[in-house]
Every structure is written in structure tokens, then in C-alpha cells.
């Protein structure tokens, strides 16, 4: 995997709301993604993982130019991704493209494939006719769909045939990186199983790099180079694949863990303390995590805890106080 930095994540922050009314009434304001530093490294597949509402979706709005931070800074090969969605979107879509949750719903209904695949075909790379057909033939190969389904409406493929031209479409333009947005979560787990192969066989293909947002830990850790483990809008735990699956730090990853469904053993829900994420409008001031943990402190109502690899191996972080590993120790 290549070690060089494709995306840099400088102190990343997305709010929405707030400001004030015409009569000077403060409007209370989201912290959806907070505080987020992290590099995306070119050929890697970075997985993003966290419980609905915790800002993956907004992350990966941000990381593909569909949003722009309201603090911090994004850079994609040196270059400020907001100036360039700004000032070229075009040239961004070229290099990142966005595969949807829901296959159907992501396709224009009253649009044959063919229009759909064609239209980056068009407008990003301004192939001619003759062009744009060879280029159809090598994407539907590339899905492994038939040439003949190029003449079909959405509606007449099947969840997987449909993400699978979601794919294509998101691979038209020859972009570096695609941002798949929790792209199996509605799909059968056998149909799953078909696009992941599909996913990893195009990543070896074409050289691209993926950040994968999921909250399917057994999808993230078949897929993932690395993972970033998100709560409340801030990163909470990075690592190599195998450092957070076999040896988590911080106590949200393990909750995580243990929460997921496995034969013969029960899945947990968080102990005895509150289950629910806190209020967005009024965050707690210091961890977000304290009302669910086990072992917090006074030090973790009082401050955030900074992310670092202090207590972990080299690459492996982990915003805690506490890591369960001094804890276990």
C-alpha cells in the first residue's frame, strides 16, 4: 500500500445552524463533524465506521466536495478541496466520485442506463460517440453486467445489479477516489459478498482509493486497509485493520464490538449506563463518551481527550484517558 498522502484532514469541522433570528435570538447549532485530522493515503481503502448520527455521512459529503467544512481546512493533492469545488467542480468530479446507500433511489427512474452511464461520459470527459461505446462496454464488464442492460430503466435490476451500475457510473469518469456512502447496508448478505469482490477487484484494477463509511463492522473488516472509528462527530480510534479489530483502545470501539451480532454469543448494548448518543444541542464539555462508559472520571467530564498513539502500537490511536489497554494491563 502506498504511503503517500492523497486527502489531508487538517482540524476538520461541519456546523449547521446557528447565527442569530432578526431579533438577535441565538439559533442553536449542530457540531455534526468536529476536530477531525487524519490523512488519506493514495491505494488505500480507509473505512469509516461509527452509529447513525455520528457524522460519517457528513464526513464523506466533505472528503467529496458535496459540502464544505465551516472550520479547519481539506487539501486533495495539495490543493484546498473546497477552493477547487468551488472554482472547478468539474475537475474534482473527474478525480472524486460518490457511490450511494440506496442503489435505486441514487438512479434517475425515468432514464435508461445507458443515459445515466453516458452523462459523465459527456459533461467530464467529452468523449464522442464512438468512444463513449467502448467505454460502456469495458464499465458494464467491469460490474460484471450484460451490454443489453444498457437499454433497461433502474427499476427492472435488483438492489445488486443496481449498485453495481451505481459503481459504474462512479468509475466513468476515471476518478483517483471514490467515497462509497454505506454502499451495501440494503443489500442481501449474499449480494453483499458480490459487490465487496466487485469493489476489491476494481481497487486492483484501476489503482483507486476508497473511503469506505459504514457502520457494518464485518463489512469494514473484510474491506479495510485502515479504520476510523467515529463518535459524536470526532475521530475517537485509528488504526491498521487488525490493531482496532483484535486489539481496541478505546472503550467506544469495544462497545462496538461486543454490540455485534455473532453465533452463540450475546450482543451487548452498553452496560447499565444511557445507551443514547447526548443531545446535540447541548454537548456535554468534556468526552462524549463519559455517559457510556465504564471507567470515566472527572478528568473526562472536564476536557476532551486529545487522539494520540501514547498507549497504542505506532499508527494506532486513541482519543481516551483511559485506553483499555493500560486498563487491562
Do not use: W
Amino acid at each position: 500500500m502506498a504511503e503517500d498522502v492523497l486527502i489531508a484532514i487538517d482540524r476538520a469541522e461541519r456546523t449547521f445552524g446557528g447565527g442569530k433570528t432578526l431579533f438577535g435570538k441565538k439559533l442553536p447549532a449542530v457540531h455534526a463533524v468536529q476536530d477531525v485530522t487524519i490523512d488519506v493515503r493514495k491505494g488505500e481503502t480507509l473505512g469509516i465506521v461509527g452509529e447513525s448520527g455520528c457524522g460519517k455521512s457528513t464526513l464523506a459529503r466533505l472528503l467529496s466536495g458535496l459540502d464544505v467544512p465551516t472550520g479547519g481546512k481539506i487539501t486533495f493533492e495539495g490543493k484546498d478541496l473546497a477552493e477547487e469545488a468551488r472554482k472547478n467542480p468539474r475537475a474534482l468530479a473527474r478525480q472524486v466520485q460518490y457511490v450511494f446507500q440506496d442503489p435505486v433511489s441514487s438512479l434517475n427512474p425515468r432514464k435508461k442506463i445507458r443515459t445515466i452511464l453516458e452523462a459523465p461520459l459527456i459533461q467530464l470527459l467529452k468523449l464522442n460517440k464512438a468512444e463513449r461505446a467502448k467505454r460502456l462496454e469495458e464499465l458494464m464488464n467491469a460490474v460484471n453486467l450484460a451490454p443489453e442492460f444498457l437499454d433497461r430503466y433502474p427499476h427492472e435490476f435488483s438492489g445488486g445489479q443496481a449498485q453495481r451500475i451505481g459503481i459504474a457510473r462512479a468509475l466513468a469518469a476515471n476518478p483517483e477516489v471514490i467515497v462509497l456512502d454505506e454502499p451495501v447496508s440494503a443489500l442481501d448478505v449474499s449480494v453483499q459478498a458480490q459487490v465487496l469482490n466487485i469493489l476489491d477487484d476494481l481497487k486492483a484494477r484501476f489503482g483507486l482509493t476508497y473511503l469506505f463509511i459504514s457502520h457494518d463492522l464485518s463489512v469494514v473488516e473484510s474491506i479495510s486497509d485502515r479504520v476510523a472509528v467515529m463518535y459524536f462527530g470526532r475521530i475517537v480510534e485509528l488504526g491498521m485493520r487488525d490493531q482496532v479489530f483484535s486489539g481496541a483502545l478505546h472503550p467506544y470501539t469495544h462497545l462496538l464490538l461486543n454490540s455485534a451480532p455473532a453465533p452463540g454469543r450475546k450482543a451487548v448494548s452498553g452496560g447499565d449506563r444511557e445507551a443514547e448518543l447526548p443531545d446535540p444541542y447541548n454537548p456535554p464539555p468534556g468526552c462524549a463518551f463519559f455517559a457510556r462508559c465504564q471507567s470515566g472520571t472527572e478528568q473526562c467530564q472536564r476536557s476532551v481527550p486529545p487522539i494520540d498513539e501514547a498507549m497504542g502500537e505506532r499508527g494506532h490511536k486513541a482519543a481516551c484517558f483511559h485506553p483499555m489497554t493500560k486498563r487491562t494491563a
